[in-house]
């Protein structure tokens, strides 16, 4: 049997979930943004916060269908679930918006890859800076 240092949970609770109003437009207002094809990802440091919120955005604008737009919206919690361990939790809490960009459905791995290499640029950005 193996030793492990950290167990990694597997969830995306309601407590992840960025749904303050003053909160989002904060993050829109103030927050750094940088592009990874499918996304835009805004963040913002929240010192009030004890774990890092994320909010998924498919435009209305590019999908007119509600169930295109939940679609990519599942997929991409689904791949913020599985990676989001990625994430530093010390020393600062983050808010992120990811906001999908593309004009066409991708399938999960094309989604799945590019939110997990936006997160290692998070980490190591968060890691640089440490405030």
Do not use: W
Not at 13 to 30: C, G, H, M, P, V
């Amino acid at each position: 049997m193996e030793k492990f240092d950290k167990i990694v949970r597997y969830t995306f609770t309601k407590d992840e979930r960025l749904s303050s109003k003053k909160d989002i437009q904060e993050l829109f207002k103030n927050g750094s943004s940088f592009y990874l094809y499918p996304f835009k990802v805004i963040t913002l440091p929240n010192p009030e916060g004890n774990q890092h919120q994320i909010l998924f955005s498919v435009p209305k604008r590019i999908f007119k269908r509600a169930v295109d737009r939940n679609l990519l919206k599942r997929r991409m919690r689904e791949a913020y679930r599985l990676h989001k361990h990625l994430l530093p939790a010390e020393p600062k809490v983050l808010n992120i918006a990811y906001i999908y960009t593309s004009k066409e459905i991708l399938d999960y791995a094309s989604i799945a890859n590019p939110l997990e290499q936006s997160l290692i640029r998070i980490q190591k950005y968060v890691a640089k800076n440490g405030k």
